[in-house]
């Protein structure tokens, strides 16, 4: 009946026998709405919720609303879905608000004629599937269209703004998916249109072929006509000054398909030259050329032109088997993604350029050739600038650059040449990133670091020289050079410090000497390096850093310097063609592991100067033949010569105070071992597995009483052969 006011939530929640509701039009209508159905207040999350719905039913297919009809409020008509007909009177006055989800997912309801509105709610006609037609009755006084209004109505086809509308929020109407899946190809603004403002991806992912900025517009949010790939005309007004949203992101990146953009007459910012590319009024900036425009043969850039835009000319070309660009002396900046995608085969920059942007030219598959004009004034190159160029074959950067961004050349796969700046300080990391084909790089003195993997995956590259200037490498500098066979360096060379896992996966590595100003490995600087033969460090280091030449199977050769007091765990684990070493006069420490399954080892001299011999030092050296233990050593390690099973001579000095865990467990072919009667403790299993083994021991010592404990053959005093 009229004389109901409010329909509150819930009230038709889960009817299941009824088709159609009809509300009474009061019979007194005198222009003062009544009726709220819902909850017209709520501002809350637009699923807090989602199961007290006013209407929720699976039969209902009709509902007429009468004239006194005030708000919807929050999901009045909520997954409904046998609703064809949801009919407003258009006589009546405008509708306080439509709430939050108000109509949500009423999924075969294919036209909704609304009357005039002076509010909307976010997220207030969102996820119909079927809605074609969404009309809202002239003389609407409604000022925003909130974010999410109506969000992925796949099916619309078409709306027309209220002249009303003042602000559109963001994604007001984007659609999920694909652009193609979504059917919205117009939206127009009615005559006399106040819109000021368009929100970020407000009209993102539909299938729009043509789109108006009516002209009191002055404020465009980021991406607002993203991933509509449909779209082929923009007409600007006259207050646009730039393609640029306002955050500095342009509006028609990635139109793939737009082919035209229209400037009014009285746009005293833009022009467009006869091939519809647009400038700057002034003829200083070049700011865009639509990439599916029609340009054959050769487009020269007025001579006025100082700066070309970022994104200006992004995929330029596309459309030609080949196109000619000739840039103008006096250019002074080529902006960020300016040509990226490009279809040139060639490009000559202008000497007067200064400043390259960031992945200017990236991308541009068929670009074999980029020259640099003589006297060049190029200063900087941005980031990835010619990442992606595949067929680049070669590029000498002008000496006069002195800064270039990270990845600058990344996936290049075929340059083979790069003669670097004499200004360049600095080398950032992935500057050669995977330049398969990259055979030669002429660095020039001056340049003072090498960033990490600068120079990954550069299979090709075999020799390296290193300025004089350089005094910082990184980590993974020369990460997956599988073709490096050396890298020079010179004689007064002004390196110190060696970062970890500076040579990684370099197979072809064969030898490598450390020069006399090393004077510390900051971790293992080789990984996966099988093909090293021999190590020369000359410089003072004093440690060898745990792992350092781990697994370095074909290691035969090791020249350490006499200040290396420390060998650290695993260093030379694994090195099974190592046959000897000889470790410096100041060794203190053996590290766990250090020399285990070295199987080639045979000979090893031991300074005096080592107190500590760690757990499993020399486990698995199954060449070792004999070892002289030096006389300030205190402890054996556990399972330090554990399987040294041609160990046939130990002496245990009277210095050693522990004999740890399995310390020669295995050593089948230890026939005499003399333990002298300061060892105080012999942990379990020390000599186990000894067969031959007998023990010469002091009587009452803690070696007899391990031996009688054990059932080990002993005798009372010292050995000699």
Known sequence: PYTVTQVDDGAFNGVSVLTKIVFEDTPDWNGRPTLVIGNANYSGYVGADDSYPVFKSTTIVTIDLPVQLKALGFGAFHTMSKLTTLSFDTNGAALDIVGQRAIYKVTVLTSLALPKLAGLSKYAITENTKLATLTIAPGSTLEEIPANAFYNNKALTAFVVPASVKRIGANAFLCAGTYSGNKLASITFEEGSQLQYIGDKAFSNISLTSFTFPETVTTIGTGILSSCGALTTLNLNSKMKNLFASDGTSIVDGLSKLTTINIPANNPYLVADAYGVLYSADGTQLLYCPPSKTITGTYIVPETVTSIEDGALVNFGKLQAETILVLPEGLLRIGENALKGAYLTSLTIPASVQEIGAGAFASMQSLTTITFAENSLLARIGNEAFSGCKVLKAIDIPDGVAEIGTGLFKSC???????????????????????????????????????????????????????????????????????????????????????????????????????????????????????????????????????????????????????????????????????????????????????????????????????????????????????????????????????????????????????????????????????PATVKTISRGAFQECTKLTLWVESGSAAHTYAVNNSINYKFGTYSE
């Open 413 to 675: 796969t075929e340059i083979k040449s790069v003669e670097l700046p004499a200004a360049l300080k600095a080398l950032p990391s992935q500057t050669f990133y995977s330049c398969r084909d990259l055979a030669v790089v002429i660095i020039k003195e001056g340049l003072e670091s090498i960033a990490s993997t600068a120079f990954y995956n550069c299979p090709a590259i075999k020799t390296i020289t290193l300025p004089v200037s350089l005094t910082t490498l990184s980590t993974g500098t020369f990460t997956a050079c599988a073709g490096l066979e050396s890298v020079v360096f010179p004689a007064d060379t002004q390196i110190s410090d060696i970062p970890a896992g500076l040579f990684s996966n370099c197979p072809r590595l064969t030898t490598f000497t450390f020069p006399e100003t090393v004077v510390a490995f900051n971790g293992v600087v080789f990984s996966n390096c099988p093909g090293i033969q021999s190590i020369v460090i000359e410089g003072p280091v004093t440690s060898i850093p745990d792992g350092m030449f781990q697994g370095m199977v074909n290691l035969t050769s090791i020249t350490l310097p006499e200040t290396v007091t420390e060998i650290g765990a695993n260093a030379f684990a694994g090195c099974a063609s190592l046959k000897s070493i000889t470790l410096p006069a100041g060794v203190t420490k053996i590290g766990a592991g250090a020399f285990e399954g070295c199987t080639g080892l045979e000979t090893i001299v031991l300074p005096e100067s080592l107190t500590e011999i760690g757990a499993a030092a020399f486990r698995g050296c199954t060449a070792l033949k004999g070892i002289v233990i030096g006389a300030n050593v205190t402890a054996i390690g556990d399972y330090a010569f554990e399987n040294c099973t041609a160990l046939r001579s130990v002496s245990v000095p009277a210095s050693v105070k522990t004999i740890g865990i399995g310390a020669f467990y295995g050593c089948t072919a230890l026939e005499n071992l003399t333990v």
